[in-house]
């Protein structure tokens, strides 16, 4: 009786299987559903926490206004550190960004299929969402004409855009996201780059040029601290000052904070995992094309996303019952028998392929 | 330019000093500015965070369904677990309050002065908020009769009551909050009981018969946790699950959780602490009348509201300069002169009251 209008209304933004956390041996399963890193973050991040749990103050509130972190991401990203502000992960920030930018019934305008929370937390609060659909039977490519047709009939306030998209893959190119910019200065553009460090592409160097740039970033992906929950946005100062404005300072917890800067200390480590993903995405794509598994060629991510074909919930749940786990996105609109399985390492996926084929023979058995 | 109608007029949740955090040698600070506890949490928590950092999986996101955890705060709580949702800090489920019962445009009540997170929060959504205010010159006396009259005039769509109330220490009883929850059953009653480990006063067991009772708490009071960002709500099953459809599931971090459930092992470490608290407070608030200061006497929390007179600044000034902080209020309309004290256990409050009268003397001179 007491829930709001926009809560009762609400689809909410749905997770996938909790299978992983009622396992006993967690050390036996491959998780690739989460587009997790696959690997522990950078050995300093334990040595960090283990330090601060000798001589840190769990019961003091977290520092509220940590400038030595911001400028360490902000040296990273290559932005001031006016143009930093750091939160408890990107999704965090996504209600941050709604709350600070939006208003209710305002229109945003997201590219479809992709990351559905920004979705859920715009329409808890009021705003209206419309999609700009990427289809399967064109292989989930993108039409900058097309979209700008659409920009300019939907009239949206922001543009919510993934790059690279979860979970197609596909890479909008920078020249792209200039040219969005500048056509439709009044639009303000949220590019979430939680993938970026897999493919390079940013438009970081852009945010002092185009204040209708905002971008989201993780620390969940690349870095290995999904557990911690810190992502951090890079926008002009004056929309970094809105969000400050809008944020609760006390949201990032210390070991957050600590396990950050920790990472931030040895970047090679991330470096290094990156490239063993990108080498070991060209063996895995190779490989699922030798067993006729169609996957879609744009893969820019830490994940493909694959046609399983008719049987694949039935594989899925044959994965499960090895402790393997992937997403499936057939009930997504426009993805049908789609499953999308994050890349680990060299090693991890041809362990995921030496039980996958052992499930195979069973179906053409 | 981008900034939201809400955000541009917002008056952002103010937080206090950040000194604490510059100063290298921790181990001097005495910080009673925050209400935090003053000794570390259960060291069952660091036990179990160390077994984490050795065998856990900081690359994977949190549990988003920890059902254990929520049994044990039920059982805590002495509710059912669908009674019960868990947060990223009550500050957190602030926000999820707003976004899943209110609607911009409608009014919230709030018992000021009192904890300025929930008006912010509001605020930046576009509700409305009215203030039934306690008078300093009635020694913040709360009179039910005279704030159902208000909430008749008001007709708010919820009331937000801080229980004890922070910063004036004062309580409402059950039979009060069962009397305002019975005559206006179309308002809903956020109780926040952040405090209530230190007066044991609850309406938990009220939730299944009043669905207009919310409550609000935290781990970052009695419990010790505040660097971890961890809370909770109790209310009806049907508030719960709309709370649930909003909030976020990968919000609350994994070490946040962790903790959590350490802490709630150790119920007698925090009972003892919560003991050593009460008789401290009897001792600091007798010793601060011996030095002619004036102390309200209906201090139900961890804490002590306080008129320093009109040299508070000064004195709260020299106290940062020996490495002690305490909270002023002097900028708070109705607070004119006061500041607020956390108590700690007794040997900490003699020290306090050592370093005050090394202050005071000079004043004195």
Redesign the interface.
């Known amino acids: ?7 009762k209304k ?1 689809n ?2 749905k ?1 996938a299987s ?1 299978k ?2 009622n396992i006993k041996n ?1 050390d036996t399963i491959l ?1 690739l559903d ?1 587009n ?6 950078s050995p300093l ?2 040595k960090a ?2 330090e601060y ?1 000798e ?12 400038n030595v972190l911001r400028e360490k991401l902000a040296g990273y990203s290559g932005v001031n550190v006016s143009n930093i502000e750091y939160f ?2 990107s ?2 920030l996504h ?1 941050y960004i709604i ?6 019934d305002d229109s945003i305008l997201l590219i479809s299929p992709t990351y559905d ?1 920004f979705r859920a ?1 715009a329409e ?3 705003v209206k969402t419309e999609h700009f659909r990427l289809n399967k039977d064109e292989g989930y490519s993108f039409n900058i004409k097309a979209l700008m047709d659409n920009i300019s009939t939907v009239k949206p306030k922001a543009l919510y855009l993934c790059n690279p998209n979860n979970p197609t893959g596909n890479s909008y190119s920078k020249e792209e996201i200039i040219l969005l910019s500048e056509t439709f200065s009044d639009v ?1 553009f949220i590019v979430d780059e939680a993938y970026f460090e897999f493919n390079g592409v940013t438009v970081a160097d852009l945010v002092n040029s185009f ?2 740039i905002l971008i989201c970033r993780t620390f ?1 992906k690349a870095f ?6 810190f992502g951090y946005a890079i926008s002009s100062t ?2 970094i000052t ?1 969000l400050q ?2 944020k ?9 904070q600590i ?1 950050a800067l920790a990472a931030l200390d040895d970047l090679a480590y991330v470096y290094n995992y990156v490239e063993e993903v990108k080498k070991s995405k060209v063996i895995f794509i190779s490989e699922l094309q030798k067993r006729n598994i169609k996957v879609l060629q744009s893969t820019c991510g830490n994940f493909v996303f694959v046609d399983f074909g008719l049987n694949c919930v039935d594989i899925i749940n044959d994965l499960e019952n090895n402790n393997v786990f992937i997403r499936y996105y057939g009930h997504i609109l426009g993805a049908e028998n789609m499953v999308r399985i994050t890349v680990g390492t060299i090693k991890q996926m041809q362990l995921f392929l030496d039980i996958l084929d052992s499930i195979l023979i069973c179906y053409n058995d």
Request: charged share 15%; aromatic share 12%.
């Open positions: 009786m007491f829930l709001n209008i926009n809560t609400l909410p933004y997770v909790h992983v956390w967690k998780k989460w997790e890193s696959t690997i522990p973050p991040v334990k926490i283990l749990t001589t840190g103050f769990f019961n003091w509130y977290p520092n509220v206004d940590n408890s992960s999704d965090g209600e709350r600070t930018f939006l208003n209710e929370n937390v808890s609060l009021g303000l204040s209708n969940s290995g601290l999904a557990s911690m929950r004056e929309n809105g404005k809008v609760n300072p006390k949201s990032v917890s210390a070991i957050a396990s």
